[in-house]
């Protein structure tokens, strides 16, 4: 099995009610630790993979149940610092019907937010480490960490490790930092090897509006990524259409310069909790392509299986093991006796 494949971003407590009480009639929360990046690196570690956060918290009893719970699901902790600032967190509106769930960030102010890079200790951070996974989350904050996300990519591609980065476009965080997302997209995607992008992504950053209709628009943009971006080796995305909050249809594709593999789409019925599911998908195809970057259908297969078990799942990561995902991607339905 490969290195250590670090994550790293901020980890998040979420907050939400009890399904299907709206934020306004909360007497109570549900609480969950989450984060894109947090949340690739739990699912990695389900299916089997070592992984490490690299974050910071604050050192009370809210940034201790966040490092529990992770070392709870396998991620190496040893790396998360502590400083000054509070614990980020979010409030889920939870969807319900015909209602769109909503986010509502607060997160100002944390511990990760206000880190100063020049104290992280990166060759400890990357010892061990092949892979290094980021996301648009991180540079969406400020300046600051979108320059050490930066910093740390190139200093991990340096000892020879690979790069994913998952746009996660968040408007409402850009919006907030009064900062054009262009630029950091662009520095990050110029030392990827494997992207979490679709077409809206590749307009942002390639300034030019990719106007087919389905696949043959994502091949489109994918194909303009590659050749804007010639360390970049793959593209993956996904595709959701809903029909309320409990039945999605969802497909998965990759790109490569060399050729594609797009999924037929699935009906995914009795949605538990939609949110981490993109993050699952993220961790379904490294998990694959981190094997074999030629196998196309493997890692758009794993990542759309992950994705679809993730919706099945309370809290912000998926939780299937290994035998969990070969069980999906084989569709078996029956009970396991």
């Not at 918290?57 to 902790?77: E, F, R, T, Y």
């Not at 319900?96 to 100002?108: A, F, H, I, N, P």
């Not at 960490?145 to 746009?167: E, V």
Request: net charge neutral; charged share 20%; hydrophobic share 45%.
């Amino acid at each position: 099995m490969a290195g250590v494949i670090a994550c790293f971003g901020e980890v998040l407590l979420r907050y939400s009610p009890p399904a299907p009480l709206l934020l306004a009639q909360a007497r109570q929360f549900d609480v969950c630790t989450g984060g894109a990046e947090a949340n690739v690196a739990v699912a990695l570690a389900r299916l089997g993979r070592p992984t490490r956060m690299l974050t910071v918290l604050p050192d009370n009893v809210l940034g201790q149940k966040a490092k529990s719970d992770l070392a709870s699901h396998g991620v190496d902790i040893s790396c998360i610092l502590h400083g000054a600032g509070r614990m980020g967190s979010y409030f889920l509106d939870v969807a319900s019907g015909l209602r769109t769930g909503k986010v509502t960030y607060d997160r100002e102010h944390s511990a990760f937010a206000q880190a100063i890079s020049a104290d992280w200790a990166i060759s400890d951070w990357l010892n061990g480490v092949s892979h290094l996974h980021l996301s648009g989350v991180t540079l969406a904050l400020n300046e600051g960490l979108a320059d050490a996300s930066l910093a740390l990519a190139k200093a991990a591609k340096a000892n020879g490790a690979t790069i994913s980065f998952d746009g996660n476009f968040r408007s409402a965080l850009w919006e907030r930092s009064k900062r054009d997302p262009r630029d950091a997209f662009t520095r990050m995607f110029a030392v990827a090897d494997i992207i979490f992008a679709n077409h809206k992504d590749a307009g942002l950053v390639l300034g030019r509006t990719f106007s087919g209709e389905g696949p043959e628009r994502r091949r489109e943009a994918a194909l303009a990524l590659l050749d804007a971006f010639p360390g970049i080796a793959a593209v993956a995305s996904t595709a959701r259409h809903i029909e309320d909050a409990a039945s999605h249809h969802v497909s998965a594709r990759i790109d490569t310069r060399q050729g594609a593999d797009q999924t037929d789409p699935w009906c995914i019925s009795g949605i538990v909790d939609r949110i981490g599911t993109g993050d699952a998908f993220a961790a379904g195809v490294l998990h694959r392509w981190m094997d074999d970057r030629t196998d196309l259908a493997g890692a758009v297969g794993s990542g759309l299986g992950l994705m679809a078990l993730k919706h099945s799942t309370w809290g912000d990561a998926s939780l299937a093991s290994a035998a969990d995902l070969a069980a999906m991607i084989g569709r078996a339905s029956d009970v396991a006796r």
